[in-house]
């Protein structure tokens, strides 16, 4: 039987305010991407979401960005390197407190919206969030697109390198995601977001937007629960 992690976007709240359905998703998912406060999420939404995933045994991530909460971390923004290997390692920091009164640790780290964006191509933020990682402690995983400077740079500082994909967004012939704001970049039909993901299951291919099958190697797939 062909096997894969399931992660999702956790904890993007804030108070009584909850875009996820997070009981619901951890009850699916192997991973929990928990937001840490920069682009949704609150101290007690995190904690909240780590007690959950312990109880679980989800496995729990610092789903890192910008700091962006009026933009939900999907708007571009010029951060220094310096700041932003600081912040990353802030979040990460942050997030284990939480998941070690859970009983847990955070597992792995995965960039959100418009950082994940950057780092599939940008040396230098890629290389800060790398730095980031490797200051908040531990050689931990990252996550990110096949392929991304980002990846690669994780894998030449010795960090475990786990690229994934994603069953609810488009795809172009390069094997990037289709930017959020064209149409057709996420796909919504409950049917059409299975079929992809058995796609990418049990061939390792996907059809990008323009009709092409491309090729997409990944260790994880992740499906937001927005869509």
């Known amino acids: 039987m ?7 976007d956790l904890g993007e709240g804030f108070g009584r305010w909850r875009l996820t359905e997070d009981e619901q998703l951890l009850s699916v998912v192997t991973s929990a991407n928990v937001a840490c406060g920069f682009h949704a999420g609150d101290a007690a939404t995190m904690r909240r979401v780590c007690e959950l995933a312990a109880d679980r045994g989800v496995t729990i991530g610092a789903q890192v960005s910008y700091r962006d909460l009026a933009g939900f971390g999907r708007r571009a923004m010029e951060v220094p390197s310096a700041e ?29 919206g418009a950082l994940y964006n950057r780092v599939v191509r940008d040396e230098e933020q890629a290389g800060a969030v790398i730095d980031g990682v490797r200051l908040a402690g531990p050689a931990l995983p990252v996550l990110g697109l096949p392929g991304s400077r980002l990846l690669a740079l994780a894998e030449r500082a010795g960090l475990p390198a786990v690229p994934e994909a994603f069953a609810d967004r488009a795809y172009t012939d390069e094997g990037t995601l289709v930017p959020r704001g064209r149409d057709g970049a996420v796909v919504s039909d409950p049917e059409a977001v299975v079929r992809r993901s058995v796609e990418l299951v049990r061939s390792g291919t996907v059809t990008a937007h323009s009709g092409a099958r491309v090729r997409v190697h990944a260790r994880s797939l992740c499906l937001h629960g927005d869509t």
Not at 92 to 97: F, Q, S, T, Y
């Open 2 to 8: 062909t096997a894969i992690d399931l992660n999702a």
């Open 84 to 112: 932003l290997t600081a912040e990353v390692a802030y979040q990460i920091g942050a997030l284990e407190v939480f998941a070690r009164a859970a009983g847990a640790r955070v597992a792995y780290v995965k960039p959100h």
